[in-house]
């Protein structure tokens, strides 16, 4: 487990935070909009950051968030040579709702979509909301293909029994999940990792952080191993 130290605030702190904030607003060019159908009927629309080879991530946003949250990932991603789908659940966005409404069945029909593709070895990111339909796809249909997954706060306390996916969970000190996030860890098999950030941020508002490159860098390196 590490836990980083807390870091300064004041002026300073809060201009780099709304610096910070300000580079995630991207630009809507250098991804394809595709839409797939899940097993329920939904239709969801994702940004598709196609790059070839055999690996790829998916993106899953919180809920005050759509996919758009993720796109600084996933050009960033996109630099090392990694594809990426960056996901509007159903009822956000252009996506529509299916026959019932697990947002689970969403991340399975994103792997499904980039087995499609041909990507082999797929990874799994998501915060909050986000987190939470990863983890109940994974307890739903585990996949061979699925090699790592990156949860930020997940709102879902399930744990993930594979030991083939390497697992990084990560939270803030103070905020109101932490309990809930812990459990998911302790009760998740090997390998994994759990990541303590200071504060009370949650989920995707910690790239808002002061520590938001240094987070930034963590889940990069994770899922670039």
Same mark, same amino acid.
């Given at each position: 487990m590490r836990h980083y130290? &807390?870091?300064?605030?004041?002026? !300073? *702190?809060l201009l780099a935070c709304w610096l910070i904030f300000r580079s995630? =607003?991207?630009?809507?060019? *250098?991804? #394809?909009?595709?839409?797939?159908? !899940?097993? #329920?009927?939904?239709?969801?629309?994702?940004?598709?950051? &196609?790059?070839?080879? =055999?690996?790829?991530? /998916?993106f899953? $946003? +919180?809920?005050?968030?759509?996919?758009?949250?993720?796109?600084?990932?996933? %050009?960033?991603?996109? %630099?090392? $040579?990694?594809?990426?789908?960056? /996901?509007d659940f159903r009822g956000y966005g252009n996506s529509t709702d299916g026959s019932t409404g697990d947002k689970g069945l969403d991340i399975t029909g994103a792997v499904d979509f980039l087995k499609a593709k041909g990507f082999t070895r797929i990874s799994l990111v998501g *915060?909050?909301? +986000?987190?939470?339909? /990863?983890l109940q796809s994974l307890q739903a249909r585990p996949d061979p293909v699925i090699c790592s997954?990156?949860?930020?706060?997940?709102?879902?306390?399930l744990a993930i029994s594979s030991p083939d996916i390497r697992k990084l969970f990560v939270v803030s000190r103070d905020e109101g999940l932490y309990g809930r996030v812990?459990?998911?860890? !302790?009760?998740?098999?090997?390998?994994k990792e759990l990541t303590v950030y200071p504060g009370s941020a949650?989920?995707? $508002?910690?790239?808002? =952080?002061p520590y938001s490159d240094d987070l930034q860098e963590l889940i990069l390196s994770y899922l670039c191993h």
């Open positions: 130290p &807390n870091y300064p605030f004041g002026l !300073t *702190g995630t =607003e991207v630009s809507s060019q *250098g991804f #394809d909009l595709v839409r797939f159908a !899940t097993s #329920d009927s939904a239709r969801i629309e994702a940004a598709f950051f &196609n790059v070839p080879g =055999e690996r790829a991530v /998916i899953a $946003h +919180g809920a005050v968030f759509s996919g758009k949250s993720w796109y600084f990932m996933a %050009e960033r991603l996109r %630099e090392n $040579h990694i594809a990426s789908l960056c /996901i *915060g909050s909301m +986000g987190g939470a339909a /990863i997954v990156v949860l930020l706060s997940p709102a879902s306390s812990f459990s998911a860890y !302790t009760s998740s098999s090997l390998p949650h989920a995707q $508002h910690m790239f808002k =952080e």
